[in-house]
């Protein structure tokens, strides 16, 4: 689950992280009051405003923007809030549709007085599953994206891997401290930032933190300029409070209906709707949907109660992209029965009444037999396989 920048920043600041001060507004004219009450609180002259979408690159599609008095505040705000924000992150990037900003953050100009005595670095903090430790990736080379700064310069990319037995310990945190070039006042406030930047992660069941810019102002100051903040979801259950900052306005509206039905949803950009139980069967028949020529439109998890009810909403949710062009359903009957889902596929077909995509439906496991006399008999412009061969066989057959 991903986080605005303002909430992020609220969550970094309760475990001591030093931030970019700054109150979210939804308009132009909560934003003045916005920025009249920072200038009260930090004294700041200038102020930065944020768009406010899950995506990044937001200031190369013009929402952000420096605002040098309250006529610039009121002025900006208005032009960014209910614009379609275009970045290389949003959906179909800069050629895209782009993404609604329906709020701002009114933020402090941290880089005053002195801008040419600040430095700017990257810090963000990950799971590494090949190692199953947590990684701290850090580098001089803040503001810039971090990938090209990897495939230019990869020495200038450092990490520090964390031993989940010990947590990370003293030495690792002066080390990064060391290796970013700093020294007096700014190494003890790089050391406690990352030490209370990893201690926010972890108690947060975080799955990702990106800290870009992490900021050493010009009295030498540590702050989180910018935040990417991206929690577990199966941690949630244990973060009653994270949960509720959830913005489905900001996610994919068909995979936040299939989350409400209990159903496991990705959209993907292919033609071939999957229906399958259980994740490994189902990322082995996206790769079948591959070598018989076509691409898998999403992946999605009935799992394990495969009844008409499950499997209409399922229909209903694939049905919804009209890039679909087959539909291919493959069920292991190991815990379902494959005669109740095949009973469950033909009643659902019945109900709905209006699917005008081929149906390929491969039932494999208890009561297969049976299964797939029902489909077979059931009158319906259904094909059934046993073989999952057999079933890409007819997938690149519809294709074609």
Same mark, same amino acid.
């Given at each position: 689950?991903?986080?605005?920048?303002?909430?992020?920043?609220?969550?970094?600041?309760?475990?001591?992280?030093?931030?970019?001060?700054?109150?979210?507004?939804?308009?132009?004219?909560?934003?003045?009051?916005?920025?009249?009450?920072?200038?009260?609180?930090?004294?700041?002259?200038?102020?930065?405003?944020?768009?406010?979408?899950?995506?990044?690159?937001?200031?190369?599609?013009?929402?952000?923007?420096?605002?040098?008095?309250?006529?610039?505040?009121?002025?900006?705000?208005?032009?960014?809030?209910?614009?379609?924000?275009?970045?290389?992150?949003?959906?179909?990037?800069?050629?895209?549709?782009?993404?609604?900003?329906?709020?701002?953050?009114?933020?402090?100009?941290?880089?005053?007085?002195?801008?040419?005595?600040?430095?700017?670095?990257?810090?963000?903090?990950?799971?590494?599953?090949?190692?199953?430790?947590?990684?701290?990736?850090?580098?001089?080379?803040?503001?810039?994206?971090?990938?090209?700064?990897?495939?230019?310069?990869?020495?200038?990319?450092?990490?520090?891997?964390?031993?989940?037995?010990?947590?990370?310990?003293?030495?690792?945190?002066?080390?990064?401290?060391?290796?970013?070039?700093?020294?007096?006042?700014?190494? /003890?406030?790089?050391?406690?930032?990352? *030490? @209370?930047?990893?201690?926010?992660?972890?108690?947060? #069941? !975080? $799955?990702?933190? =990106?800290?870009?810019?992490?900021?050493?102002?010009?009295?030498?100051?540590?702050?989180?300029?910018?935040?990417?903040?991206?929690?577990?979801?199966?941690?949630?259950?244990?973060?009653?409070?994270?949960?509720?900052?959830?913005?489905?306005?900001?996610?994919?509206?068909?995979?936040?209906?299939?989350?409400?039905?209990?159903?496991?949803?990705?959209?993907?950009?292919?033609?071939?709707?999957?229906?399958?139980?259980?994740?490994?069967?189902?990322?082995?028949?996206?790769?079948?949907? /591959?070598?018989?020529?076509?691409?898998? *439109? @999403?992946?999605?998890?009935?799992?394990?109660?495969? #009844? !008409? $009810?499950?499997? =209409?909403?399922?229909?209903?949710?694939?049905?919804?992209?009209?890039?679909?062009?087959?539909?291919?359903?493959?069920?292991?009957?190991?815990?379902?029965?494959?005669?109740?889902?095949?009973?469950?596929?033909?009643?659902?077909?019945?109900?709905?009444?209006?699917?005008?995509?081929?149906?390929?439906?491969?039932?494999?496991?208890?009561?297969?037999?049976?299964?797939?006399?029902?489909?077979?008999?059931?009158?319906?412009?259904?094909?059934?396989?046993?073989?999952?061969?057999?079933?890409?066989?007819?997938?690149?057959?519809?294709?074609?």
């Amino acid at each position: 689950m991903n986080l605005h920048e303002y909430q992020g920043k609220n969550l970094l600041k309760s475990f001591g992280v030093t931030i970019q001060e700054g109150i979210v507004a939804e308009t132009a004219k909560d934003a003045v009051a916005a920025y009249k009450k920072l200038q009260k609180d930090t004294g700041t002259e200038w102020a930065v405003v944020k768009a406010q979408i899950h995506a990044g690159g937001r200031g190369k599609g013009g929402g952000v923007k420096i605002a040098k008095n309250e006529k610039d505040v009121k002025e900006i705000a208005g032009n960014i809030i209910g614009m379609m924000l275009k970045t290389p992150q949003t959906p179909g990037g800069i050629d895209g549709p782009g993404k609604l900003v329906s709020k701002v953050l009114i933020a402090e100009d941290v880089y005053a007085p002195d801008f040419d005595a600040c430095k700017e670095y990257y810090v963000s903090i990950l799971m590494d599953r090949e190692r199953k430790q947590n990684v701290i990736i850090y580098s001089t080379e803040g503001g810039m994206d971090i990938e090209e700064v990897a495939e230019h310069t990869p020495h200038l990319v450092h990490k520090e891997y964390i031993d989940p037995t010990l947590g990370l310990q003293g030495f690792q945190t002066r080390k990064v401290a060391f290796n970013l070039g700093l020294s007096g006042v700014a190494f /003890k406030g790089m050391t406690k930032f990352i *030490a @209370n930047l990893y201690k926010a992660f972890v108690q947060s #069941d !975080a $799955a990702m933190f =990106e800290i870009n810019p992490c900021l050493k102002t010009g009295d030498d100051k540590i702050i989180a300029v910018d935040c990417k903040v991206s929690l577990d979801d199966n941690a949630l259950f244990r973060h009653a409070d994270l949960a509720a900052l959830r913005d489905t306005s900001e996610e994919d509206p068909t995979e936040v209906e299939a989350k409400a039905v209990g159903l496991n949803y990705v959209k993907l950009d292919g033609n071939v709707g999957c229906m399958v139980n259980g994740a490994g069967l189902a990322m082995a028949t996206m790769d079948i949907i /591959k070598l018989s020529g076509g691409d898998p *439109a @999403n992946f999605l998890d009935v799992g394990g109660t495969a #009844d !008409a $009810a499950r499997v =209409e909403q399922a229909f209903k949710i694939i049905l919804k992209d009209p890039n679909v062009k087959a539909i291919l359903i493959n069920i292991f009957g190991g815990i379902v029965r494959c005669d109740r889902v095949a009973q469950g596929v033909v009643d659902a077909y019945k109900n709905m009444g209006n699917i005008k995509v081929p149906i390929i439906v491969r039932l494999q496991g208890t009561n297969a037999d049976i299964a797939k006399k029902i489909i077979d008999e059931s009158g319906l412009e259904v094909q059934s396989a046993t073989l999952l061969k057999e079933a890409a066989a007819a997938v690149k057959a519809v294709l074609a």
